[in-house]
Structure formats: structure tokens, C-alpha cells
């Protein structure tokens, strides 16, 4: 079978031979990749490792690849939001999967381990500030595995609908279709152990309406929250918002990835508390999931 050819349109290849927006070549890729909202967490992870081999940056995506005690791991700034999980989602794989000098499919793919590490808000009474949760199912209120064929076959189509009756959603009212993801069950178990909560998360395309949040702008389904926090499925509920786990989830089982996500609670929107003073203690996060991936 002839192997599909990627254009330069499709595939932007920098003149470094670098892929277009992250800035990084195939052999600077590790098979151990851990992603981070925020540029300057990426310094934080990378000062654990005893050799860094590599480091560029080119916008909000800042990348280092470095070993920690003996494993190969590169980190990448993502920004934040589904759509720049789109992009460095695809353009890993690419890095990870496509021949950059024929611009075809490698024979030998490779299957990358994933772990994002990031901040989210607690929605039950168990995620104080300061819980660290690990996403055993990511639910994705940002539309954007849609736009891939397999969606259905990688999503956990019953719990879908049990979430949108329970919204009472119809139509396009609030959100595009949402869609369900459950993680790699080898990859929750190594990563979360004994002292993080699994839950599900919601990932939101916005910050403040798609989580509930009103400031000046009144809220189309005031109750929304609400409905999120009492929602249950097989004994399982909603513990978390956060903006890029559905698609990193979705994205990686669609590839032949294993990923999951790993956030810590800074704020609980039950308990209406906030901790802004976070960042000092993410690095325990930070090491847990460096010695686990």
C-alpha cells in the first residue's frame, strides 16, 4: 500500500528541520514527555534533571529535554486551551511518527508516555486547595475531538449521554457535543498510587463562563455548576475543571499515545476559596509524577 504523502501545507517543516510552531527536531523528542500550561513551569521541572540536552523556545511553547535519574524526558509549555493541545499534540506525533525527509508515515511508530502536570479548580468537598487529582476520565466541554474521525470509537459514548441528560443540554445550547475520554488505566495507576484522588475532569474552552464564572456577563445556565458538581456515573463524580485534559486524552488514544493528567487544586468553587500562592508548592507535584512517569 502506497504510505500517504504529508505536504509541506499540512506537515510546516522550519528550515532547521524543526516542526513549525514548538521548534523542535524528531531526535530531541523523548519517549517521556511531560506538558505544562505555563512557560516558566518549565524551568521548574527541567531544574530536577541532572543533564539538560536541549532547550528552545518560539512563543508560548518553550521545550526541554533533559534525563532525570537515567530516564529521557522532554518538557513543553503548551499555553493554554484544547487549541494549543492541538498543536502540540499533532506536531509531537509528527516529530514522534512521520519521516520528516520523505514526509511519510514511519514503518516502526512509536508509542509516547504523556503526562500533563497543571492547575485546576476543585468541584467536591474532597478537592480542598492544595489535592492532587489525576484525571481517570477527562470530559471535553471544548468540542474539539469532533473534528477527528475514530471519535466514537475512543469515547465512552453511555457516560456522554448520561452527562448531557443530566445538563439538560439540547441543541448547541452552551457547548459544542461534549465528549468523554478515559485514560491510560496503566499510566493512572503509576502516576496517581495512593495519594492523589481519580476523578473525572471537566475541561472548559474558557476560564469564566464555561466554568460557571459571572462577572459582568450574565451566565446562559446560572445552574450550570451546580448540575456539574451532583452529577454521577457508575459511583464516579466530576471533580475538577481545568482547560486541556479532554483533548490530550483524546488526541493520545487516537495516535497510539498513553497520556494522562495531573493538576493541583487551587481553588474550590464550592467552598467559594482560592490559593494564589500555589506555585511554591506545585514542585511537590512536579517531583511525584518525574519519579513516576
Same mark, same amino acid.
Given at each position: 500500500m502506497e504510505k500517504k504523502y504529508f505536504a509541506e501545507s499540512e506537515l510546516i517543516i522550519n528550515k532547521d528541520g524543526s516542526v513549525f510552531h514548538i521548534h523542535v527536531r524528531p531526535e530531541q523528542l523523548a519517549d517521556k514527555v511531560i506538558l505544562v500550561?505555563?512557560?516558566?513551569?518549565?524551568?521548574?521541572?527541567?531544574?530536577?534533571?541532572?543533564?539538560? *540536552?536541549?532547550?528552545? $523556545?518560539?512563543?508560548?511553547?518553550?521545550?526541554?529535554?533533559?534525563?532525570?535519574?537515567?530516564?529521557?524526558?522532554?518538557?513543553?509549555?503548551t499555553g493554554i486551551g484544547c487549541d494549543n493541545i492541538d498543536i502540540v499534540m499533532n506536531e509531537v506525533d509528527a516529530l514522534a511518527n512521520i519521516d520528516f525527509q520523505t514526509r511519510t508515515e514511519k514503518q516502526q511508530l512509536r508509542s509516547l508516555e504523556i503526562v500533563r502536570i497543571g492547575t485546576c479548580g476543585g468541584l467536591q468537598l474532597n478537592t480542598p486547595e492544595g489535592?492532587?487529582?489525576?484525571? $481517570?476520565?477527562?470530559?471535553?466541554?471544548?468540542?474539539?475531538? %469532533?473534528?477527528? $474521525?475514530g471519535r466514537n470509537a475512543v469515547c465512552d459514548l453511555k457516560m456522554e449521554r448520561a452527562l448531557i441528560s443530566h445538563l439538560g443540554w439540547t441543541g448547541n445550547m452552551c457547548?459544542?457535543?461534549?465528549?468523554?475520554?478515559? +485514560?491510560?488505566? %496503566?499510566?493512572? *495507576?503509576?502516576?496517581?498510587?495512593?495519594? =492523589?484522588?481519580?476523578?473525572?475532569?471537566?475541561?472548559?474552552?474558557?476560564? &469564566?463562563?464555561p466554568q460557571g464564572r459571572q462577572l459582568r456577563v450574565?451566565?446562559?445556565?446560572?445552574?450550570?455548576?451546580?448540575?456539574?458538581?451532583? &452529577?454521577?456515573?457508575?459511583? =464516579?463524580?466530576?471533580?475538577?475543571?481545568? =482547560?486541556?485534559?479532554?483533548?490530550?486524552?483524546?488526541?493520545?488514544?487516537? =495516535?497510539?499515545?498513553?497520556?494522562?493528567? +495531573?493538576c493541583m487544586v487551587i481553588a474550590n468553587r464550592r467552598a467559594g476559596k482560592a490559593n494564589t500562592g500555589y506555585k511554591n508548592i506545585i514542585d511537590d507535584l512536579i517531583t511525584l509524577v518525574l519519579d513516576r512517569i
Open positions: 500550561g505555563d512557560p516558566g513551569r518549565v524551568a521548574l521541572v527541567a531544574s530536577h534533571f541532572e543533564e539538560k *540536552e536541549m532547550e528552545v $523556545e518560539s512563543r508560548e511553547f518553550r521545550t526541554v529535554t533533559g534525563t532525570y535519574k537515567g530516564k529521557r524526558i522532554t518538557v513543553i509549555s489535592t492532587f487529582i489525576c484525571s $481517570e476520565y477527562s470530559v471535553g466541554f471544548d468540542g474539539l475531538l %469532533n473534528f477527528y $474521525e457547548q459544542p457535543y461534549p465528549y468523554v475520554i478515559k +485514560a491510560d488505566e %496503566n499510566l493512572v *495507576e503509576r502516576i496517581a498510587q495512593n495519594n =492523589m484522588v481519580r476523578g473525572i475532569t471537566v475541561a472548559c474552552g474558557g476560564f &469564566f463562563g450574565p451566565l446562559v445556565d446560572p445552574h450550570q455548576n451546580e448540575k456539574i458538581e451532583s &452529577f454521577e456515573y457508575e459511583g =464516579m463524580h466530576i471533580t475538577n475543571f481545568e =482547560m486541556e485534559s479532554s483533548a490530550l486524552a483524546g488526541l493520545a488514544k487516537l =495516535m497510539g499515545h498513553r497520556a494522562t493528567t +495531573a
